[in-house]
């Protein structure tokens, strides 16, 4: 880390553990394999009472919903949830994807300075996500990004006081079953633009709006 970022001795760096703990420390020793710190302070800060955004998208090929994992714990995310629709890309088997999803997440919130990271679900089929976070969000509104004509415009939503959980579908599209699923749990369709997204677009686009609306909300 400290050849990574040019630290040197006598420096002065953060750590954060992710749940609300901030620690200044100033550089002790630095090697090519390990740094020692002297902790001069540490802060709990508690994590903010406020509604919580869930982006649940389809999982999407290669490094795109790596690049939606960082994007949108920059921004401000509470929990990602990839979810693995009937036409969602067949993806090959890697046992430490998730782990590696992690690191990402990681990487954004100190890129960002983002104390409490976002929660990284591993994926999950359609039924047993949308099971999971109406149980676990039951006052939770839930949103379907959709083309449809008769699609509220995302931007016209005002925030609520609820929980929103976001669903982005897969490029292929939702089957008639899924639909129905989703209309079962009260899913609104709601219009980002008037183009077709990438699944890593839609799902930024969700948490870009969505997150401005919350701060715009909390700071009246």
Known sequence: MAL???????????LFDGVGTLAVGVIRTASNRKVTLDVRETRVLPKPKRPQIVIAASVAKGERFEWLIGKCTELGVDRICPVLFERTVKQAKNPKVNERWDNLAVSAAKQCRRVFLPQMDKPAPLTKAVETLSKEYP???????SLSDSAQPLIDREFGSGDIVALVGPEGGLTEEEEALLQSYGCQAVRLTDTVLRIETAGVAFAAVL??????????
Request: glycine share 8%; hydrophobic share 45%.
């Open 139 to 145: 006052n939770a509104k839930f949103l379907l990004g």
């Open 4 to 14: 990574v970022r040019r630290l040197v001795v006598g420096d002065e760096v953060e």
């Open 211 to 220: 997150a401005a609306r919350r701060n715009a909300q909390e700071s009246k």
